[in-house]
């Protein structure tokens, strides 16, 4: 963001949005933020700042360089906070910090424990408060978003200034009703940091220091908003558009040749015996002189981190290239998925190769969730395509597709809801939480052909809609949560997945504007997840030697905090979207994360440590789960199978072979 800025004008008092609506303080204040975590006004002490405001642009960005000056006369450790006071609402403010922060961000009855607000937040140890501080890497896009009243405001930064990584937050002040946001250099993360665990880390304050007469320019950007929370995608957009050009993609291998090295390691190292394609499997193939089987996970979930949807993916890839052995080990996988389903009618969640088919993974007994077991419906679906005779060819097949659908259709409420996890043995619904259903509505619509003799229907089609309509309010609310089985109602970027492929599979279906409307809103969601920019690694880490370029790469959720290559399974859906909509941002971000996983997916025997074919589920690019720079040494069936997912969705639309900018 550095650079020259415009002719300075006098700065917004107060900051109104583009109706005139007062939603926030103007020109914001300044703090020095000490090393111990005291703050007080930078007036108050041996600093002098100025902020010059550039004119606003017609996106309503205005550029704001803040002006710092020590003049004391001894070396000194402190911080620069840049701070913008919401508008007083008697409501709780709702926060973004795209893919790290959404709303109070951890639903009151979620089981899992990561860093949630509230207005009277002040348990700690439980990862509460009404005040949060992160460091900049664990956003997507370094800015946060606030909003309050008639409107919101919106503080974007660079990553990394001349004082260090910086810092992004925001509280709320229960005493006068007012929220405000902030901007830290160097970064604090108060009042705990999140590594991953339920136990809260101790607060960390980075500091500079300063040398007398020391004089730094801070450049950041100011956005006034409207009330519409969605007015975060046009900031992204234009953010996406000002970093991409300093934020070069590095794939190693062309869309073709990363289709060979997936199908390769999906079969040569997650397809085993007796037709399943193994979770995970180590790096070190030399553990314990066993062939890495003490650490391989024995087990295949039935969609979502294995089985169908890349065994599909390994199938569409024989049929293009002739490769036999991919086309059978693919029906393999998918004839095993079939052949045993669950009392209650649909799929198993996980097969153990020490007890066969079993329940999702849930302390809840008999516990299935709705996400995998719908996904693996949905690419079971396109794998009957595939062969061109659905109702002839397959029948194991078409029956299971039957059955699953059958069953929860005769589950669903009168208001759409489908269930988010359901019991293996009676079918009853365990739990209607969250939006983890969604996934049945892209399932439901694909196979709406089926639905009656003359392929018209009602059945299936007529639920997709109920369920559409009950779902909507969770993408126009900006809060969709509950998809993936280990993160209970976390909200996450494969919520995000889900809602875009169902949404457009429904438009696909009916050719009804609001399904596209919708599909456009939860692609905006997703995206927020999606890194705008390459951050920078830690010398000498695995990832700052391979030069990993994260621009393209979602950050899994504010719980799972790691990149991860998920997104590539709607490769297809965001090029159908550009296409719908007229509108090519789309696929070019489909392009950029397609290009961002085609590194790291190993080349041949022994690069990065991996065998040709493996390809990592995490890169860690912020502090949680591992040090920053670091790769988890696991090749997981997923990774490599939605990445050749991707690659082979690519081969199939020339607009996906362009090459991102």
């Not at 709303?103 to 937040?121: H, I, K």
């Not at 830290?184 to 009042?191: D, G, Q, V």
């Not at 699953?404 to 259709?409: K, W």
């Amino acid at each position: 963001m550095t650079g020259s800025l415009p002719a300075a004008v006098a700065a917004p008092t107060p900051l109104r949005n583009a109706a005139g609506q007062t939603v926030g303080s103007a020109p914001g204040t300044v703090d020095v933020v000490w090393a111990d975590g005291r703050t007080e006004p930078a007036a108050d002490g041996p600093f002098t700042a100025t902020l010059d405001w550039a004119p606003p642009s017609a996106t309503g960005r205005r550029d704001v360089r803040l002006t710092v000056e020590y003049r004391g006369d001894a070396v000194v450790d402190a911080g620069i906070r840049y701070r913008v006071d919401l508008a007083a609402d008697p409501e709780p403010p709702w926060w973004l910090l795209p893919g790290a922060f959404y709303g109070e961000n951890r639903p009151a009855d979620c089981l899992r424990v990561y860093p949630r607000f509230a207005v009277d937040g002040t348990d700690h140890a439980g990862m509460v408060s009404d005040h949060w501080e992160f460091r900049a890497d664990r956003a997507a896009t370094p800015a946060v978003f606030g909003w309050a009243g008639e409107g919101g405001v919106a503080l974007v930064a660079d990553e990394t200034t001349a004082l260090g990584m910086t810092g992004l937050g925001f509280g709320h002040d229960a005493g006068r009703g007012c929220g405000h946001l902030h901007l830290t250099f160097p970064f604090r993360e108060a009042p705990v940091s999140y590594d991953g665990s339920a136990a809260p880390g101790p607060a960390e304050v980075s500091t500079y220091a300063w040398r007398p007469g020391e004089r730094v320019e801070l450049d950041l950007a100011v956005y006034a908003l409207d009330r519409d929370r969605h007015g975060y995608a046009a900031v992204l957009r234009e953010e996406h558009a000002r970093q991409a050009a300093d934020a070069p993609l590095r794939p190693w291998v062309d869309v073709t040749q990363a289709a060979v090295l997936a199908a390769e390691g999906l079969r040569r190292w997650h397809y085993a015996e007796p037709g399943v394609l193994l979770e995970t499997v180590a790096f070190d193939r030399g553990i314990s002189g066993q062939d890495g089987l003490p650490v391989d996970r024995q087990a295949m979930h039935v969609g979502w981190v294995s089985g169908i949807p890349w065994a599909y993916a390994l199938l569409a890839h024989g049929r293009r290239v002739g490769a036999t052995a991919d086309v059978v080990a693919a029906v393999r996988v998918i004839d095993f998925c079939c052949a045993e389903l669950s009392p209650s009618g649909t799929f198993w969640g996980v097969w153990y190769r020490h007890r066969g088919w079993s329940q999702s993974w849930s302390p809840v007994p008999h516990r299935l969730h709705s996400r995998t077991l719908a996904e693996a419906t949905q690419f079971l679906v396109r794998a009957l395509e595939l062969d061109g005779d659905p109702e002839g060819s397959r029948p194991a097949w078409v029956h299971a597709v039957r059955s699953n659908l059958d069953a929860v259709v005769a589950r669903q409420r009168p208001d759409g809801n489908l269930g988010s996890t359901h019991h293996a043995l009676t079918g009853e619904v365990l739990s209607w939480a969250g939006c983890a259903g969604l996934a049945w509505v892209g399932a439901l619509a694909e196979a709406a052909r089926w639905d009656g003799p003359d392929g018209a229907g009602g059945g299936y089609l007529a639920a997709a809609v109920r369920a559409g309509e009950y779902y909507a309010p969770f993408v126009e609310s900006e809060f969709l949560h509950g998809a993936p089985e280990d993160v209970d109602l976390a909200p996450t970027s494969e919520d995000g997945y889900v809602a875009v492929m169902a949404y457009l599979a429904l438009h696909r279906r009916t050719g009804e504007r609001r399904w596209l409307d919708l599909a456009r809103r939860a692609a905006d969601w997703t995206l927020t997840f999606r890194y705008t920019y390459n951050t920078t690694f830690p010398a000498g880490t695995l990832l700052h030697t391979y030069r990993f370029a994260t621009r393209g790469a979602d950050n899994a959720s504010p719980s799972n905090q790691h990149l991860h290559a998920y997104g590539l399974i709607c490769t297809a859906e965001f090029a159908e979207l550009s296409a719908a909509c007229g509108d090519p941002h789309y696929v070019e971000r489909a392009r950029e994360a397609l290009a961002c996983f085609r590194q790291f997916v190993a080349r041949f025997d022994g690069d990065f440590n991996a065998y040709r074919g493996m390809v990592s589920e995490r890169y860690y690019q912020t502090a949680c789960f591992q040090p920053k720079g670091m790769l988890l040494t696991l090749s997981h069936a997923w990774s490599v199978g939605v990445l050749l997912l991707g690659c082979e969705q690519a081969l199939a639309d020339p607009t996906l072979l362009v090459p991102p900018r």
